[in-house]
């Protein structure tokens, strides 16, 4: 039998770890494997019947329905764009921002100020600032470019959502990649500005092999956020004009509960789990091996 | 970097300078517009407003409920902080301090949980969560906070106690105190600094937070400032003069917030990153 300090260990042990666990597998694991179940059955959410009808609806995604293929092609694309560009305005910023500019603190917190608002939010800003702004700006300035319907129509809609996330992330990458900048070491920037290293030199010898950790997060934590993005999106254009801006997130929010199809709902989300693990998982491993490398 | 302060830094200034503006833009407009009458925004959107019509303000406030809105948020925020904070760092302590299979298990699928995108979770978790009684009410959210939030959390502050040294705690053991003891006695104070940096990057996702309040508080009088936020917007459609302070009533807590905590949430940032 055990002892009573045996006993004592084992209680103390479930009351420090059961609270979150149980928490933890009511919100996220049980639901999580529901949801699995739920992609092969047809259940709408509202009545009780859930029928298991096989692959039916995973045969129905990739057959039948055109929108949720349009949806991860604009997905793709849009993140392709945002995350090149984020980061390169991110980083482009903070290699300026680490020079010794006399207004460099507030310059820095300016850049960042976006990111701390809401997505839902931003989107509405920006909502304005296409439909009002940019047509006034356009009245007074007589620049073709703002005199576009920008969020009227599908091409201009796809740019308007790479822009705002664009505004939304690069003070994000840019934080991070200042603080890698400054954590180079200085010897070694020391060492090449003496050996009369400069400008691009420089830049692509010394900084960028030196930051390449903060490089992959980046690069890493933007594809994840945009491959995921649903508020910006939603309170921007909600999807449209026509649907052609329509995210992989908002295609499943749309089939579950505008929809009320449940169960393709599911199937949808199985199949987005799998594409953002990928992506996630790869980061890892390769995060790691980098790691052991250095 | 660059030491002296040459023609050429001079010129970087003036453009990076210049491209703050062009950041600054958005919330130029939206300030200026949020405080014009409704023909005036239609008339001339770039201009000054002629006359500040406060207004707009007082009306926004009223049809938002913004003091209540307001308070939802808060005590959202606050509370999913505070047991966030208490049980995932209770948990993560003992993940590390009992280092056997069970715990090796538990801490994987915390930490894996993470890949998991909400959207796989959300269908099923109104039906689950709805048997429970979390649906339509705030300590439900809560909870459900809990649950979302534990394996950033808890995987932030298995990192740190893993660095404590472990004779700290001995020495109070010896001395005859509990394990719950030691633990808010001892190790507790000592997780401050990650414990900052974790009510940061929680406070921020949970106060911007807009998809789960949207699905899980479907009584008005529970909205968040995201939420009702986004009601008034599908209300007053293009009724820009009241949906531009509301924006701006929106705003102006976290502006408050991080204006407050500037450097550590600067910090919180890039070291939730590089985790």
Known sequence: MFSRKKIYQILSYISFIAPAFVVFSIIVLIPFILGMYYSFTNWNGVSGSVEWVGLDNFVHIFKNDLQFRESFLFTTKFTLASVLLTNLIGFLLALSLTRMLKTRNLLRTVFFLPNLIAGLLLGFIWQFIFVKGFASIGQLTDFSLFQLPWLGDAKTAFWGIVIVSIWQGAGYVMVIYIAAILNMPHEVVEAARIDGASGWRMLIHIILPLIRPAITICLFLTIAMSFKIFDLNFSLTGGGPFKSTESLAINIYTEAFVNNRYGLGAAKAFIFFIIVATITTLQVIYTKKKEIEA | ?275
Not at chain 2, 1 to 12: A, D, E, P, R, S
Not at chain 2, 133 to 162: E, R
Not at chain 2, 188 to 213: A, E, G, Q, R
Not at chain 2, 248 to 253: E, S, V
Request: charged share 10%; net charge positive.
């Open chain 2, 1 to 275: 970097m660059g030491q002296k302060y040459t023609m050429k830094v001079f010129i970087l200034e003036l453009l990076i300078f210049l491209l703050g503006l062009v950041f600054l833009i958005p919330f130029y407009f939206i300030v200026i517009n949020s405080l014009k009458s409704f023909s005036e925004i239609l008339i001339n959107t770039a201009a000054w407003p002629d006359q500040f019509q406060w207004s707009n303000y007082v009306e926004a406030w009223g049809r938002l409920k913004y003091p209540k809105v307001f308070l939802n948020s808060l005590i959202i925020t606050i509370f999913s902080n505070l047991v966030i904070v208490v049980f995932c760092s209770m948990a993560a302590y003992r993940l590390v301090r009992s280092p056997n299979k069970i715990s090796k298990i538990l801490f994987i699928l915390f930490i894996s949980a993470m890949v998991i995108p909400f959207q796989s979770i959300m269908i099923p978790l109104i039906r689950v969560t709805s048997h429970l009684g979390l649906l339509n009410n705030i300590p439900g959210i809560i909870v459900m906070y809990l649950g979302f939030g534990a394996g950033l959390s808890i995987f932030l502050y298995h990192g740190f106690i893993k660095a404590i040294p472990r004779e700290i705690e001995e020495a109070a053991i010896v001395d005859g105190c509990s394990s719950f003891c030691v633990f808010w006695r001892i190790v507790f104070p000592l997780l401050k600094p990650i414990t900052i940096t974790i009510v940061i990057l929680n406070s921020l996702w949970i106060w911007n937070d807009f998809l789960l309040p949207l699905l899980v508080l479907q009584d008005p009088d529970l909205r968040t400032i995201p939420l009702a936020t986004f009601f008034f917007f599908g209300q007053y459609t293009k009724q820009w003069d009241l949906a531009l302070a509301a924006l701006i009533l929106g705003i102006i807590p976290l502006l408050i917030f991080f204006f407050f905590l500037q450097r550590h949430i600067i910090e919180g940032i890039s070291k939730g990153a590089i985790k």
